[in-house]
């Protein structure tokens, strides 16, 4: 099974409070990410982002510049629905980020919390890092 059909399964299956990475709030993230953004116009990108929460907490505390990446159209959805009206404000990207080559120097932040350990394979951590 590739990628994008595992997630799109996972995500149409469980809610996501029932998955192990599960975090109502990502304050640690959210402490790293103010401690490295320059300002509320630093662009933020966050890899792997699924349902989480970190958009719109970044949002709310007037970040203007945030793209959130996912394989997963289905999660995408989901946290663009929670967002309503705000999801506009967000630059939404459905991908592998194993499969895409990301123009260098266009993010001051890069965030992500658990998809390195999801990368199971030489072949996945390699395409990763740049």
Not at 10 to 32: F, I, M, Q
């Amino acid at each position: 099974m590739d990628a994008k059909t595992h997630w799109e399964k996972v995500c149409t299956t469980k809610e996501p409070e029932t998955v192990s990475w599960y975090r109502a709030h990502l304050e640690t993230s959210l402490a790293l990410i103010q401690r490295a953004a320059h300002s509320r116009l630093a662009s933020i990108i966050d890899i792997g982002a699924g349902e989480s929460t970190l958009v719109d907490d970044l949002l709310a505390r007037g970040y203007e510049n945030i793209t959130v990446l996912n394989v997963s159209q289905t999660a995408l959805d989901v946290t663009k629905k929670r967002l309503g009206a705000l999801a506009g404000r967000v630059n939404w990207i459905v991908t592998d980020i194993t499969q895409v080559k990301l123009e260098s120097f266009t993010y001051d932040v890069w965030h992500h919390r658990s998809v390195f350990h999801f990368l199971t394979s030489n072949e996945q951590r390699a395409a990763y890092v740049p």
